[in-house]
């Protein structure tokens, strides 16, 4: 079983604009909603492709009905703790004209101990040996810090397989655990390093650095200009596909819906980048966080391998 984490989940409303100014009124063209948090991507995009997924992490307010009757229509398990703070929104406007792209996040609730607790209790309940658990996602200010550290060594006990997809502390801190595989992008990274990462050998080198710290794998997304995969085996750069991009959001998770996919289907390091870059492309050409689909990413996948080089 796939089990995603969403400990901080929100309502995406995409509003779509014609040149947008901030300090005026301005009216929308369109707005679309769409249930999501990082790890609540995932499971969107791996339903699209065949491979059921359990959706948990917290869940509160008046969304909390909307979010569950939402999963249930797309066909997706859920098994959230109820909180009593409220499922933040969070806003994304997008400026056709000047082909911009805004996100306002929202902190999301305050998780009380008593719905930690219960959260750490059934996150130990539903992960078994041989289950994928993703990862992915911030949290609000009053989850502690080490809490991927936390679900990283009750899932490695437990012998699944780890996947972490966060940024700062978070991530930091799961590093402590040694997840399986990450995919930070080149902020995220360079974070990490305390500099910024230049060139890709500087980026191939802190890949390296996480795997001598007991990580398996290494995804690094850098949006428009590719990624790259790094493993014990192989490490592959691979260059940006050009698309029309209408919306920003979501594409990272895409790509963890990709390695999530193609360890299931044992596709190789190489296929496994190429599928990453054609879900991260296909995710980018669609409005708000729709999940990308077989047939979406169909016109990438033999683009996405001839733009990949061993480095």
């Not at 249930?72 to 997008?94: A, P």
């Not at 004209?97 to 996100?103: A, G, H, I, L």
């Not at 949006?223 to 260059?239: E, I, L, N, P, Q």
């Amino acid at each position: 079983m796939v089990i995603t984490v969403t400990l901080n989940p929100a309502l995406d409303k995409t509003l779509i604009l014609e040149d947008f100014t901030p300090g005026m009124v301005n009216r929308a063209l369109s707005v679309r909603q769409d249930i999501g948090g990082k790890g609540i991507n995932v499971s969107k995009v791996l339903k699209e492709f065949g491979v059921q997924s359990v959706c948990t992490g917290f869940l509160g307010g008046n969304l909390r009905e909307l979010f569950l009757r939402e999963l249930k229509n797309k066909g997706i398990d859920s098994d959230f703790v109820l909180i009593r703070g409220n499922t933040r929104t969070n806003t994304k406007v997008v400026d056709r004209v000047r082909n911009e792209f805004t996100d306002i996040n929202e902190p999301g609730a305050v998780i009380e101990k008593d719905e930690l607790e219960e959260f750490l209790g059934k996150f130990e309940e539903i992960v078994k040996s041989g289950d994928t658990v993703v990862l992915s996602g911030g949290a609000s200010s009053s989850v502690p810090k080490d809490i991927y550290r936390t679900l990283t060594g009750i899932a490695k006990a437990r012998g699944a397989y780890v996947l972490v997809d966060a940024e700062g502390e978070l991530f930091e801190e799961a590093l402590k655990a040694g997840p399986d595989a990450v995919k930070p992008n080149d902020y995220e990274l360079s974070l990490l390093e305390g500099k910024k990462l230049e060139t890709d050998d500087d980026i191939l080198e802190a890949a390296r650095r996480l795997m001598d710290k007991g990580v398996g794998k290494v995804m690094v997304s850098l949006g428009a200009d590719g990624s790259m995969y790094v493993t014990k085996d192989s490490a592959f750069r691979a260059k940006g596909l050009k698309v029309d991009v209408k919306s920003t959001v979501g594409a990272g998770d895409s790509m963890v819906a990709a390695l999530v996919y193609s360890r299931l289907k044992g596709f190789d390091d190489k296929e496994t980048l190429a599928n990453a870059q054609a879900f991260g492309a296909a995710t980018v050409t669609l409005e708000g966080t729709q999940a990308c689909t077989p047939s979406d990413i169909a016109p990438y996948l033999s683009q996405a391998l001839s733009k990949i080089t061993e480095v």
